[in-house]
């Protein structure tokens, strides 16, 4: 993906329209541009499917695939049975499977790549919440 350089003063403008930590830079870059959302609806509206496993509100359907890079090392973990699963190992959420990665407390969200099922593209998973 491109990245575009900005100078201090307007990240700060840029976080300070962010209404909520949901809500990404690119958000709100796209809504000051006029430009549709981008977003998949991935919210939770009803009950969970079953296999799928359910984060803050964010729902990845069962063979959601993850993967980080971590110090030159790819890892690759998957949504399975109500869990991120990393290793064989079961995680809640996805900043205790980085932190067991890394060692060290890091934001999940940031950290992993999804990929949808069927999907080919893969996405920082902190743009699924909304």
Known sequence: MP??????EVYKELIRR?????????????QL??????????TVTSGP???EWVTKGVRFPAGTEFRATYKGK??????ENGALVLNGRRFDSPSAAAMSITGKP?????????RLPGRTAWQIIKAQRS
Do not use: C
């Open 3 to 8: 990245a575009i350089e900005v100078d201090f």
């Open 49 to 51: 499917v079953p296999g």
């Open 18 to 30: 962010r209404p909520s930590e949901a809500v990404s830079e690119n958000d709100v870059l796209r």
């Open 74 to 79: 790819t890892y690759l973990a998957r949504a």
């Open 33 to 42: 541009l006029g430009l549709a959302s981008q977003r998949t609806p991935t």
């Open 106 to 114: 890091v934001n999940g969200w940031t950290f992993w790549e999804g």
